[in-house]
Each structure stands twice: as C-alpha cells, then as structure tokens.
C-alpha cells in the first residue's frame, strides 16, 4: 500500500467517524433532526470516499479517485457542523471563542462552496481526468474564482460577533448580503454549465465510454436541478418547515447519486479496472468471515450440547475445524459466483456460460450435440437476435447436413425477427477455418460482448476441429463403403455373366457342332465291320462323316470366333482325301 492510498483510508476513517458522530447526534438530540441529512447524506458520505479511495488505490494519483474523497469527507463534515450547534446549545456547552469562529467559518465553507466546486470538477473531469476540450477551461478558472471568492468574503466579512451558536442578531456588512446571493447563483450556474459538458462529452462518446458517461450526466442533470429548487424554492410556493424539508431532499437526492451513478459506471462497465479489486476484497472478505464465525459458533455450540470441559476442549476445537475445512470449498465457489453477481453484474452471466460450455464441450462428442450446445450458448450470452454456426466441410463431405441454429427454427415461441446488424466471426484452428459463426443482433455488439464471442469461439476451435475431422473420416469411410459394394456387385455381375456365356456356349456346341458328330461314332464302328468285305463300300459313308466333320469344324470356328485369336487351322491329311489309297 503506497502513501497516497493510505492517505486515502485515513480520510475515510475519518468520514466513518463522521459519520458515526451525525448519527449519535441525530439519535441523542431532538434539536438536531431539523432536515433530512440523515441518512441520506451520511451514508452517501462514507460510500463516496470509499468508491475515491477505491480509485486511488488501484490508479494512485487519479483526480478523480481524491475529488470523490474530497467529496464524501466535505459532506460529512458538513453534516456534523450543521448540528453540532444545537448539541452545544442543549447541553450549555461553551468552547473556546476563537475554536467557535473556526467552526462557524468551516460551517460556511463545506456548506455550499467546498462541495459545488467538487462536484463541478468532477463532472467536468470524469471519467478520464481531463478536460473535454481546451474552451471549458473557463469553467474551470471561473470555479475556482468563486470558491476563492466564497472564502474571502466568509474570512473578511463575516464577523467574529456574527457567527458562532451564540450570536445574537448578527449584523452582516450590506456587500455580504449582496455578494452571497452573486456567488450562490455563479455555484448554480457553474453546475448547470458542468452538466451540459458532461452531456456533451456524453453525445460525443461512444461504446463504453459512453455507457459510463450515461449515469453521471443524469446524476449532474439532478444536482443542478436539485440546488436551483433548493435556492428559488420559497419563490415557487415551497415555504415553512415542510417546504425547506423538501427542497433539501431533493438537492440531497442528486448530491448521493454522484457517487451511485460513479459506481455504476466504475462496477458495470469496467472504469479504472476496480471491479478485479473489489471482487477479490469481497471474497476474502467473506471466506474470512466464515472461517471465524464458522469456527466460533461450532466450538460454542457443541460445547454447549456436550458440556465444555477441560479434557474436550481440544476435541471440540478439532471438530468444529474439521466441519469448517470440509465446507470451505463449497462456500468457496459459492463465494466466487456471488462476488461476480455483486461486483460485474450481468457481465458475469456471459462468462460463467463460456465455463459452462467448457464443461459441456467433453460431453457433446457430435455435431448434432456439439454444434447446438455452442450457437445457444453464443446467443444467450451476447443477447443476439439468431445465431448459427456452420461447420465448414470441403469436397464431398459438404453436402452433408452440418449446422445449427439458436432459437432452433422449429421453435416458433423464441423466433426473433432479423436484424439490419450482423456479425460474422470465423472460428480458425492452426490457421485454418474449420466454422463460421453468425450473429443477428440489435443494437451491435459492444467490445466486451464481442470479446466474449471470440473467447467462446475460440474455445469451440479445437472441437469443432476435431468434429470436422470426425467428419471427414466419416464420409471417407462411406465413400469406401460404397466403392466396396460396388466392386462386390461388378464382381457378381461379372460371375453371372460368365455363368451366362458358358451356358450360351454350351447350348450353341449342343446345337450346332455336336449334331454333325453325335452319330459318327455309331457309323465308324458299323464301317470298320464292314471294311474288310468290300473296302469301296466304306467311300461314300466315310465321305459324308468328313463332311460332317468340316461342317463341324467350320461352325465350332464360328462360335469360337471372337474369342480366341483367329488363326488358320490347318486341314488334317486323313480329312483332305476323298479317297482312300
């Protein structure tokens, strides 16, 4: 902790106790509950120093970490000294005349000057700590000339005699009585103008700077409008005790929502990056609590239900650390997700999401699980109107059917129109596209929402690149399936066809050749009978059967033709004569 941020928790030790000193006042002393400062300003108090020392911390030097310090510990002394007359009073106290004066002067001071010439700053500076543009430097000198001013005329013209719980009938000099209303009117006139800075520097801004601009020019728009009431009030009708309550109020209102609408922009959109502080301050804060209450209360109550003694002390104190240990862990990560709730807001709903994918990536081992689990999970957690991711398939594999969508187009119930906006993120893996994702949505995407997107999509990288390979081994298989099959239906009609030829063949030799030769063998044996008794009785049936024969031959050629290669085959000699020798 360096000095600056100890000095900024000295001086919000000191608002606490400021603030601890107006409630004791409020509570013990009737005369003090003459306006509503309780409890509005002094807890606006103590939050803005805290919300200042929480900047100064993580971004020492900051301006406006200390203007918001300056702010709370001005309005809680403010509080203080505008009652602690009526203490004084009640109880006849009597301080020291010159210690009065002081009092009565810082009284005046922290009343309106210190505090409007705060708030102008902070309006005009917030949220980077600069001017937003070199011509509101007037603003800025002109400020100061009316605190410098205020202080002057409370120092110079305000009388020792005229101020104090004890003064009677104070007589102010005439330039006071006129010189007072001029420098309450510039103090109005000064926030009116920072307002409008903070409007225009609002206008001029754009994505997150301009969410966190948004609430601090409302909460300018109402401090303005708050000290205007306050001030022609009895002009417009707002008289008496009832009246002077209410216009108070009012101012009080607007006073406390600096502080609300700084932290919201500081909490909900990431200023100064304190939500990383504040979100570990509250789990450290509330894992400490429970291990001592925790720790505590088991010990007292299992000695009460045991009956404390000596000899069990040690036994009680082992239990009960035992019981806390074993529950630390859960109350832990119930911890973690509440300080993200309390500190980040809705932004955290996003990431636990992108946590919840992770898990849920290792149980969606397919497309038709995988793919649907990240489209509905991209969409809820950027507030997109449709969002599909399509997982990119090359060649064949890309006929296949491997997309989702989020609201599913069969769910009529959460169909949203399509928007004019629309973003395509491409979901690369080792340099290489393996999906695309894209999101409808209105009104565009802000940088953390889109940061969002590219976290989940490259979370789902390396999946959806698995699911692509799964693919395309996938459809490879089935190509080889397929080619399988085809070969083994070629191979069968390829046998069919073949057991088709052979049959024809047979039937043509049956039909063609075989008749020429199916008597000869029955005729040969008949003529070898018969040659010996008269040989010239044999020519003419032997003649015939070579006949036979030729015709056999020739039309064997014939069906043979084709399938083997043509060739002269030559005549056998005992065919070629017609007579024997």
């Given at each position: 902790?360096?000095?600056?941020?100890?000095?900024?928790?000295?001086?919000?030790?000191?608002?606490?106790?400021?603030?601890?000193?107006?409630?004791?006042?409020?509570?013990?002393?009737?005369?003090?509950?003459?306006?509503?400062?309780?409890?509005?300003?002094?807890?606006?108090?103590?939050?803005?120093?805290?919300?200042?020392?929480?900047?100064?911390?993580?971004?020492?030097?900051?301006?406006?970490?200390?203007?918001?310090?300056?702010?709370?510990?001005?309005?809680?002394?403010?509080?203080?000294?505008?009652?602690?007359?009526?203490?004084?009073?009640?109880?006849?106290?009597?301080?020291?005349?010159?210690?009065?004066?002081?009092?009565?002067?810082?009284?005046?001071?922290?009343?309106?000057?210190?505090?409007?010439?705060?708030?102008?700053?902070?309006?005009?500076?917030?949220?980077?700590?600069?001017?937003?543009?070199?011509?509101?430097?007037?603003?800025?000198?002109?400020?100061?000339?009316?605190?410098?001013?205020?202080?002057?005329?409370?120092?110079?013209?305000?009388?020792?005699?005229?101020?104090?719980?004890?003064?009677?009938?104070?007589?102010?000099?005439?330039?006071?009585?006129?010189?007072?209303?001029?420098?309450?009117?510039?103090?109005?006139?000064?926030?009116?103008?920072?307002?409008?800075?903070?409007?225009?520097?609002?206008?001029?801004?754009?994505?997150?700077?301009?969410?966190?601009?948004?609430?601090?020019?409302?909460?300018?728009?109402?401090?303005?409008?708050?000290?205007?009431?306050?001030?022609?009030?009895?002009?417009?009708?707002?008289?008496?005790?009832?009246?002077?309550?209410?216009?108070?109020?009012?101012?009080?209102?607007?006073?406390?929502?600096?502080?609300?609408?700084?932290?919201?922009?500081?909490?909900?959109?990431?200023?100064?990056?304190?939500?990383?502080?504040?979100?570990?301050?509250?789990?450290?804060?509330?894992?400490?609590?429970?291990?001592?209450?925790?720790?505590?209360?088991?010990?007292?109550?299992?000695?009460?239900?045991?009956?404390?003694?000596?000899?069990?002390?040690?036994?009680?104190?082992?239990?009960?650390?035992?019981?806390?240990?074993?529950?630390?862990?859960?109350?832990?990560?119930?911890?973690?997700?509440s300080a993200d709730r309390l500190v980040y807001g809705r932004r955290a709903a996003p990431y636990e999401a992108l946590a919840?994918?992770?898990?849920?990536?290792?149980?969606?081992?397919?497309?038709?699980?995988?793919?649907?689990?990240?489209?509905?999970?991209?969409?809820?957690?950027?507030?997109?109107?449709?969002?599909?991711?399509?997982?990119?398939?090359?060649?064949?594999?890309?006929?296949?059917?491997?997309?989702?969508?989020?609201?599913?187009?069969?769910?009529?119930?959460?169909?949203?129109?399509?928007?004019?906006?629309?973003?395509?993120?491409?979901?690369?893996?080792?340099?290489?596209?393996?999906?695309?994702?894209?999101?409808?949505?209105?009104?565009?995407?802000?940088?953390?929402?889109?940061?969002?997107?590219?976290?989940?999509?490259?979370?789902?990288?390396?999946?959806?690149?698995?699911?692509?390979?799964?693919?395309?081994?996938?459809?490879?298989?089935?190509?080889?399936?397929?080619?399988?099959?085809?070969?083994?239906?070629?191979?069968?009609?390829?046998?069919?066809?073949?057991?088709?030829?052979?049959?024809?063949?047979?039937?043509?030799?049956?039909?063609?050749?075989?008749?020429?030769?199916?008597?000869?063998?029955?005729?040969?044996?008949?003529?070898?009978?018969?040659?010996?008794?008269?040989?010239?009785?044999?020519?003419?049936?032997?003649?015939?059967?070579?006949?036979?024969?030729?015709?056999?031959?020739?039309?064997?050629?014939?069906?043979?033709?084709?399938?083997?290669?043509?060739?002269?085959?030559?005549?056998?000699?005992?065919?070629?004569?017609t007579r024997p020798s």
């Open positions: 902790m360096n000095r600056q941020t100890r000095v900024a928790v000295g001086l919000v030790a000191v608002t606490v106790v400021l603030g601890a000193v107006h409630t004791w006042m409020y509570i013990g002393w009737p005369a003090t509950r003459t306006g509503p400062s309780w409890p509005i300003m002094t807890v606006g108090a103590v939050l803005t120093t805290g919300l200042g020392a929480l900047v100064v911390a993580r971004r020492s030097g900051h301006r406006i970490g200390w203007l918001f310090v300056l702010i709370g510990l001005s309005v809680a002394s403010s509080n203080v000294l505008s009652v602690y007359e009526h203490v004084l009073l009640a109880e006849d106290i009597t301080l020291a005349r010159g210690l009065m004066v002081a009092l009565a002067w810082l009284t005046m001071l922290v009343d309106l000057p210190a505090p409007g010439l705060l708030l102008v700053l902070t309006f005009l500076l917030f949220p980077t700590g600069h001017l937003p543009s070199p011509r509101w430097r007037i603003l800025l000198w002109a400020s100061w000339t009316t605190f410098g001013l205020f202080v002057v005329m409370i120092l110079v013209y305000s009388r020792p005699e005229n101020v104090g719980p004890f003064a009677r009938d104070p007589e102010f000099p005439m330039l006071f009585d006129v010189a007072s209303p001029i420098l309450v009117i510039s103090v109005l006139l000064e926030l009116v103008a920072a307002s409008v800075a903070a409007l225009l520097r609002m206008r001029r801004a754009s994505g997150e700077e301009r969410q966190q601009l948004r609430w601090l020019a409302a909460s300018a728009v109402a401090v303005a409008v708050g000290l205007a009431i306050a001030i022609f009030g009895e002009t417009l009708g707002l008289r008496g005790p009832v009246g002077e309550w209410f216009r108070l109020f009012l101012l009080y209102l607007g006073v406390v929502s600096v502080p609300v609408a700084a932290g919201l922009a500081i909490l909900r959109y990431r200023l100064y990056d304190i939500d990383v502080f504040l979100n570990r301050a509250v789990v450290l804060t509330t894992l400490t609590a429970f291990v001592a209450v925790g720790y505590v209360a088991l010990v007292v109550v299992i000695g009460a239900v045991v009956g404390q003694r000596g000899d069990e002390s040690f036994t009680t104190s082992l239990l009960a650390f035992v019981v806390v240990a074993l529950a630390f862990q859960p109350v832990r990560r119930f911890v973690l997700r919840d994918f992770s898990d849920g990536v290792s149980r969606a081992p397919s497309a038709q699980e995988l793919l649907p689990l990240l489209a509905e999970t991209l969409g809820r957690s950027v507030n997109a109107r449709r969002t599909s991711v399509s997982l990119d398939l090359p060649g064949a594999a890309a006929s296949a059917l491997r997309s989702a969508t989020y609201p599913p187009a069969h769910d009529r119930s959460l169909a949203a129109p399509a928007s004019a906006g629309a973003v395509v993120i491409d979901v690369r893996d080792r340099d290489a596209r393996v999906a695309e994702i894209r999101l409808d949505v209105d009104p565009p995407l802000s940088g953390d929402q889109r940061q969002l997107a590219d976290d989940l999509a490259q979370q789902a990288a390396m999946a959806l690149r698995n699911l692509r390979l799964e693919a395309e081994l996938a459809d490879r298989v089935e190509q080889l399936v397929a080619r399988t099959t085809e070969l083994e239906l070629s191979r069968r009609r390829l046998v069919a066809a073949r057991d088709d030829e052979r049959h024809r063949l047979a039937a043509a030799l049956q039909q063609a050749v075989v008749a020429h030769l199916e008597s000869m063998p029955a005729d040969l044996g008949r003529l070898a009978a018969t040659v010996g008794a008269d040989p010239t009785a044999v020519e003419a049936p032997v003649a015939q059967h070579i006949v036979a024969a030729g015709a056999a031959l020739d039309e064997l050629r014939t069906i043979s033709r084709g399938l083997v290669p043509r060739q002269t085959t030559p005549r056998p000699a005992a065919l070629g004569r």
